[in-house]
């Protein structure tokens, strides 16, 4: 299991690399895409990282907010970074014609 992923460049700072987080080799920077599409959990459902920290996050997609809650479900860890984060799931409205 990897260790640390961000969703943001908040990990790119002089204070994280003297931590010892380095971006390629414990840490890994996903897109919200990257979760909506599956990228927190390998083919066989395990989580691929043990701790994930989200910027500011505020729309999320279904698909989305239930990978974060399968997520701490099996162990995982969520740092928020913003006291906004998933408010809302975003919503198309029909057309009307």
């Not at 599956?38 to 505020?58: C, H, Q, W, Y």
Request: net charge positive; hydrophobic share 40%; with cysteine.
């Amino acid at each position: 299991m990897a260790g640390v992923i961000a969703t943001d460049c908040t990990l790119l700072s002089l204070q994280t690399r003297k931590a010892g987080i380095v971006l390629g080799n414990n840490t890994w920077i996903l897109s919200d895409i990257d979760v909506n599409n599956g990228a927190l959990f390998d083919s066989k459902g395990l989580r691929r990282f043990d701790v994930i920290i989200l910027g500011f996050t505020e729309y999320v997609t279904q698909k989305e907010y239930f990978a974060y809650k399968r997520f701490v479900a099996s162990g995982g860890h969520i740092l928020f970074l913003s006291a906004c984060n998933l408010l809302r799931f975003p919503t198309t409205q029909p057309q009307k014609r």
